[in-house]
C-alpha cells in the first residue's frame, strides 16, 4: 500500500530545490564576475608594465613625461592626459622645451593647496556642464570624468597628473584607486631618480668655481661633427675667450655670471683652462656672431678690475651651412684668430674668416 503524498513536505523540498538552484546561479555569476575582473586586473597591469618599460628608458625628466604622455593616451585610451607641476620644486630645476602647454601646465606656489588636492592621493571627479574642475581649459569642456593623481608627498606634492575621458563612468568617485596610486609611485620615483641622476651628472661635467662645463664634458666630444651635436646644415660660432691677468683665476665666477645672461638655452660654455673660455652658439644669423662676440666684450669690460679690456681677447669662426667641420676643428679656428691678436694690446677681436680685426 502507497504512502499518500505528503504536500508540506513536497512544497519544502521544491523550495530548498529552487534555493538551491539560485545559491548555483549566484555563485556561478559570481565566479563569472571574478574571472572577468581578473582578466581585467591583467590586462590592466599588463599595460602597466609595458608602461614602465617606457618610462624605464628615459633619460632625462622630460623624456619620462613625454614616455608618460605617449605611454597612457596609447595604452589606457584616454581622452586627455596633462601634467600640473609646481614651479617652486625642484622638478623646474630641469627645462622642459620639448612638451606643449597642452601637455605641461607650470603652477605658482600654493595653487595646488588652494585648488584642495593636496592631501587624497587620487581624487576622481564626474564632470559636467555646472561641474567643472577650476585648471580645465574651454578644449576640456567634453570631458565627462576625471582622476587627478598627485606626484610626491601627499602633504607637499610637486604635480598633479591629470586623466580625462568624454565616458562619464571612466572615472567615477565610487571606484578603487589601488591601481592609480601605484601609477603615481612610479611615476614620482621615476622623475626623483631622473632629476637626482642629472643633478649629478651636471656635477661631474661643472667647473666647480665658475659654473660653466668643464674639460670632462668636452673632450668625448671634441672629435664629433658638429652635426650630430647640432643637426645637419646648422650653421655654428665658435668663440674661444682668454683673459690675460694675474686675477684671472678669481674672475672666473664673475666673468661666467656676467656672460651667462646674453646665452640662449642651446648655446654652450666651456672652461677650457683657468682663464680660457670657449663657447658654441649654434643657429646664429649672418653677422649675429660679431654681435655676440661684441657684447660678451662689453661684459668683460664690466668686470671688477681696472683695464681688463686690455686683456681680453676674442677668436671667433663660424661655420657655414655646407660644411661639417669637427668640434675641435671650429675651436682651432677661433683659437688660430684669437692668437693672432693675443700679443695686440686692446685688439679684443678678431674673425677667423675676416681681414678686419676689432
Same mark, same amino acid.
Given at each position: 500500500m502507497t504512502r499518500p503524498e505528503d504536500p508540506i513536505t513536497n512544497s519544502f523540498e521544491a523550495r530548498r530545490?529552487?534555493?538551491?538552484?539560485?545559491?548555483?546561479?549566484r555563485l556561478r555569476e559570481n565566479l563569472e564576475a571574478i574571472s572577468r575582473h581578473l582578466a581585467e586586473n591583467e590586462q590592466l597591469f599588463?599595460?602597466?608594465?609595458?608602461?614602465?618599460?617606457?618610462?624605464?628608458?628615459?633619460?632625462?625628466?622630460?623624456d619620462v613625461c613625454i614616455a608618460l604622455l605617449r605611454?597612457?593616451?596609447?595604452?589606457?585610451?584616454?581622452?586627455?592626459?596633462?601634467?600640473? !607641476? =609646481?614651479?617652486?620644486?625642484?622638478i623646474s630645476q630641469h627645462p622642459f622645451h620639448r612638451l606643449a602647454e597642452a601637455d605641461l601646465v607650470w603652477l605658482e606656489k600654493g595653487e595646488i593647496t588652494d585648488?584642495?588636492?593636496?592631501?587624497?592621493?587620487?581624487?576622481?571627479?564626474?564632470?559636467?556642464? $555646472?561641474?567643472?574642475?577650476?585648471?580645465?581649459? $574651454? $578644449?576640456? =569642456?567634453?570631458?565627462?570624468?576625471?582622476?587627478?593623481?598627485?606626484?610626491?608627498?601627499?602633504?607637499?606634492?610637486?604635480?598633479?597628473?591629470?586623466?580625462?575621458?568624454?565616458?562619464?563612468?571612466? !572615472?567615477?568617485?565610487?571606484? =578603487?584607486? *589601488?591601481f592609480l596610486q601605484h601609477l603615481a609611485q612610479i611615476i614620482t620615483l621615476m622623475l626623483e631618480n631622473t632629476v637626482s641622476r642629472e643633478r649629478l651628472s651636471r656635477m661631474m661635467v661643472k667647473d666647480r668655481a665658475s659654473g660653466a662645463h668643464n674639460q670632462r664634458f668636452f673632450q668625448p666630444y671634441s672629435?664629433?661633427?658638429?652635426?650630430?651635436?647640432?643637426?645637419?646644415?646648422?650653421?655654428?660660432?665658435?668663440?674661444?675667450?682668454?683673459?690675460?691677468?694675474?686675477?684671472?683665476?678669481?674672475l672666473a665666477a664673475t666673468l661666467v655670471e656676467h656672460i651667462t645672461p646674453l646665452l640662449r638655452h642651446q648655446d654652450i660654455l666651456v672652461r677650457q683652462q683657468q682663464a680660457q673660455f670657449m663657447l658654441f652658439l649654434p643657429g646664429l644669423r649672418p653677422m649675429q656672431d660679431v654681435d655676440m662676440a661684441e657684447a660678451i666684450m662689453d661684459a668683460c669690460v664690466?668686470?671688477?678690475?681696472?683695464?681688463?679690456?686690455?686683456?681680453?681677447?676674442?677668436?671667433? *669662426?663660424?661655420?657655414?651651412?655646407?660644411?661639417?667641420?669637427?668640434?675641435?676643428?671650429?675651436?682651432?679656428?677661433?683659437?688660430?684668430?684669437?692668437?693672432?691678436?693675443?700679443d695686440t694690446p686692446g685688439a679684443g677681436i678678431a674673425y677667423a674668416k675676416a681681414t678686419t680685426t676689432l
Open positions: 530545490l529552487h534555493e538551491l538552484s539560485n545559491s548555483e546561479r599588463s599595460r602597466l608594465f609595458a608602461l614602465e618599460m617606457h618610462l624605464l628608458r628615459a633619460t632625462d625628466p622630460e605611454g597612457l593616451r596609447g595604452e589606457f585610451e584616454l581622452d586627455m592626459v596633462r601634467l600640473w !607641476f =609646481d614651479r617652486d620644486t625642484f585648488s584642495g588636492l593636496a592631501g587624497q592621493p587620487v581624487r576622481l571627479l564626474q564632470l559636467g556642464r $555646472k561641474e567643472r574642475f577650476i585648471w580645465l581649459t $574651454k $578644449k576640456d =569642456d567634453q570631458l565627462r570624468s576625471m582622476a587627478l593623481i598627485l606626484l610626491g608627498p601627499v602633504a607637499q606634492p610637486f604635480g598633479v597628473l591629470g586623466l580625462g575621458s568624454l565616458d562619464s563612468e571612466r !572615472f567615477t568617485p565610487q571606484q =578603487d584607486t *589601488a672629435h664629433q661633427r658638429l652635426s650630430q651635436w647640432f643637426g645637419r646644415h646648422m650653421p655654428v660660432a665658435c668663440i674661444s675667450l682668454h683673459l690675460s691677468l694675474p686675477e684671472a683665476e678669481s664690466t668686470l671688477p678690475t681696472a683695464n681688463i679690456a686690455q686683456h681680453v681677447t676674442l677668436g671667433v *669662426a663660424l661655420s657655414s651651412h655646407d660644411e661639417d667641420p669637427s668640434i675641435a676643428e671650429l675651436l682651432q679656428r677661433a683659437e688660430q684668430a684669437r692668437q693672432g691678436i693675443a
